[in-house]
């Protein structure tokens, strides 16, 4: 389906996962990190930290199996089983975004000593919708609660979680919430566990993967907005 190109919209943070089936050890991570081109691209790379209670209170220790690679726009978080790519500066063009985490991907794969096995691909839109007195959430956002004139709505958290008869295999999460009083956060989660997971060793067949994700997020954002608010970004 074609939808309206929006001049401008309320996305605040995108994030790309991969999953997959493989325990990759920490000296894995360590040449990953050590990599001239990851080195250079993230400012300031960051060990995890583990809480542990001890008889004597709570012991904090490094995780080196998980690290926090983050530059002024992009923030790359390595654990167990798993790779997540962050954009923070907004919008940017989902296959600009697809572009870096199979880049960032690829080098990661290259360095274990097998094609790593994909078992779960995501992304997730972080939007952040201003309302007022005059546009309050249930204006903008086809989500519950609904307000009216005999009450205010000083706070709420919705969770919704549904795929599509057209989509089955397609996981879709969609949180509203209202952390401020003059902003909505629209979160949209879609995911896609392979029902054969795959080496999906090669960029093209990643691209393919991720391709219904992004029909499915835009259907998702614009079933899950008001006409008013469409107006506002379009």
Request: hydrophobic share 35%.
């Amino acid at each position: 389906m074609i939808y309206p190109q929006l001049k401008n919209t309320p996305i605040k943070e995108i994030i790309f996962s991969i999953s997959y089936d493989e325990i990759v050890d920490k000296s894995c991570f360590k040449k990953f990190i050590d990599l001239k081109e990851i080195s250079e691209r993230f400012n300031d790379i960051k060990p995890s930290f583990l809480l542990e209670i001890t008889n004597n209170g709570l012991k904090q220790s490094i995780d080196n199996n998980n690290f926090h690679l983050r530059n002024r726009s992009e923030v790359l978080q390595l654990r167990k089983g798993a790779l997540s790519y962050h954009y923070l500066g907004g919008y940017k063009k989902y296959s600009e975004v697809l572009d870096s985490i199979i880049e960032l991907w690829t080098l990661f794969d290259s360095l274990t000593t097998e094609n790593l096995t994909v078992n779960s691909l995501s992304i997730r839109y972080i939007n952040v919708i201003e309302i007022d007195k005059d546009n309050p959430p249930s204006r903008l956002v086809q989500l519950y609660p609904k307000q009216s004139s005999d009450r205010n709505i000083i706070n709420f958290q919705n969770s919704v979680n549904f795929n599509y008869v057209e989509f089955p295999n397609y996981n879709i999460n969609v949180v509203s919430t209202k952390p401020k009083q003059n902003v909505v956060l629209l979160d949209i989660s879609v995911s896609n566990k392979l029902i054969h997971p795959s080496t999906l060793a090669d960029d093209p067949k990643l691209f393919d993967a991720f391709k219904p994700l992004q029909e499915i997020k835009n259907k998702v954002f614009f079933d899950s907005i008001t006409a008013k608010a469409l107006i506002r970004y379009i």
